[in-house]
């Protein structure tokens, strides 16, 4: 499916690729599609125009993040058309220009707009919260739309009251299915919400969740703005889906003979602002009409005031 973002992580096993000694790192990249945006700083426009790469070899399982071996900065070289022979380790490269680095990749909040990281969230080690920013933990109220097909959930109640002597518990079926087929659960927070999904596992091996974001149930299932992000959960670790504003989520399990989560619940993410005043008179459609739009004001408030807390997400 399809996304809304502008850049998106592929993990590359090359444990067999590397040899002792001196390695060459050669990449071929295709430019990511355009998603667009009103900024005007060299870092946004470069980001939201998919025109970024950033690449890091990691001694660890996909999803672990460890001191990296090596990370790309203004040391390497690159060109637009390489010359024959480019991907070997004698290569002369000294006729190419250096890379024009945009500093590291959480190095300032204009990486963290119009959802231009909304792809990050696969590498190791990302994210992408400004360090003034709150955060709060919230389990959703209901657990809605489960489809165990050929696999089975257990213990689903646990996802609203966690409870650690019953986990919530996820066995995939062994054969590969279509994703609409594969079992499934949506989670539905109550109200808007301004965070990201945060995944805590208690099981010795992986699972692949496929989530999907929505502001109403029929978003999250059919168009849901951010596509279909795929999730990778490392054993024993707490992994974190894209950031974004939504009342439900679905949460597709792709892999995992049985997987259990000491929770799946939301990393709620604002601006720590004390509300000074209210608004209070005989009619309750307009308190509730103020109390909304107050909070709705709230959730544009990230790394700066946002001009929507779900599409635009920029200043």
């Known amino acids: 499916m399809e996304t809304n973002?502008?850049?998106?992580?592929?993990?590359?096993?090359?444990?067999?690729?590397?040899?002792?000694?001196r390695n060459v790192v050669a990449i071929e990249a295709i430019r990511e599609p355009e998603v667009g945006s009103s900024g005007n700083s060299r870092r946004e426009v470069q980001l939201t125009a998919g025109r970024i790469l950033a690449a890091k070899i990691v001694p660890a399982p996909q999803g672990i993040d460890v001191q990296p071996l090596l990370i790309s900065d203004a040391q390497w070289k690159t060109a637009e058309k390489a010359a024959g022979?480019?991907?070997?380790?004698g290569f002369d490269d000294s006729g190419w220009e250096a890379a024009d680095s945009l500093g590291a990749i959480e190095s300032s909040m204009e990486f963290f707009q119009w959802n231009g990281d909304g792809g990050m969230y696969a590498r190791p080690g990302y994210d992408g919260i400004s360090p003034f920013l709150a955060h709060f933990k919230l389990a959703p109220v209901a657990v809605l739309h489960v489809y165990s097909g050929s696999g089975a959930l257990e213990n689903r109640e646990s996802l609203?009251?966690?409870?650690?002597?019953?986990?919530?518990?996820?066995?995939?079926?062994?054969?590969?299915?279509?994703?609409?087929?594969?079992?499934?659960?949506?989670?539905?927070?109550?109200?808007?919400?301004?965070?990201?999904?945060?995944?805590?596992?208690?099981?010795?091996?992986?699972?692949?969740?496929n989530l999907q974001y929505g502001e109403s149930e029929g978003e999250a299932f059919n168009a849901p703005y951010l596509g279909?992000?795929?999730?990778?959960?490392?054993?024993?670790?707490?992994?974190?889906?894209?950031?974004?504003?939504?009342?439900?989520?679905?949460?597709?399990?792709?892999?995992?003979?049985?997987?259990?989560?000491?929770?799946?619940?939301?990393?709620?993410?604002?601006?720590?602002?004390?509300?000074?005043?209210?608004?209070?008179?005989?009619?309750?459609?307009?308190?509730?009409?103020?109390?909304?739009?107050?909070?709705?004001?709230?959730?544009?408030?990230?790394?700066?005031?946002?001009?929507?807390?779900?599409?635009?997400?920029?200043?």
Request: proline share 6%.
């Open 160 to 209: 609203i009251a966690p409870n650690n002597a019953a986990e919530f518990t996820a066995s995939a079926g062994s054969e590969p299915v279509s994703p609409v087929m594969e079992l499934q659960i949506m989670l539905d927070f109550g109200r808007e919400v301004n965070g990201r999904r945060e995944f805590e596992s208690d099981s010795d091996q992986a699972a692949d969740i």
């Open 85 to 89: 022979g480019w991907q070997d380790s």
């Open 228 to 315: 279909m992000t795929p999730i990778h959960v490392p054993p024993g670790a707490t992994v974190h889906g894209p950031k974004g504003a939504f009342r439900y989520a679905l949460l597709r399990f792709a892999r995992g003979a049985r997987i259990l989560f000491r929770s799946i619940q939301l990393d709620g993410i604002y601006y720590p602002v004390k509300y000074q005043g209210c608004f209070q008179s005989s009619d309750d459609k307009l308190n509730r009409m103020w109390i909304v739009g107050a909070y709705t004001a709230h959730l544009c408030m990230q790394d700066d005031i946002w001009d929507a807390p779900r599409r635009d997400r920029g200043r």
């Open 5 to 21: 973002i502008g850049s998106r992580v592929v993990a590359v096993e090359v444990t067999g690729a590397l040899q002792p000694g």
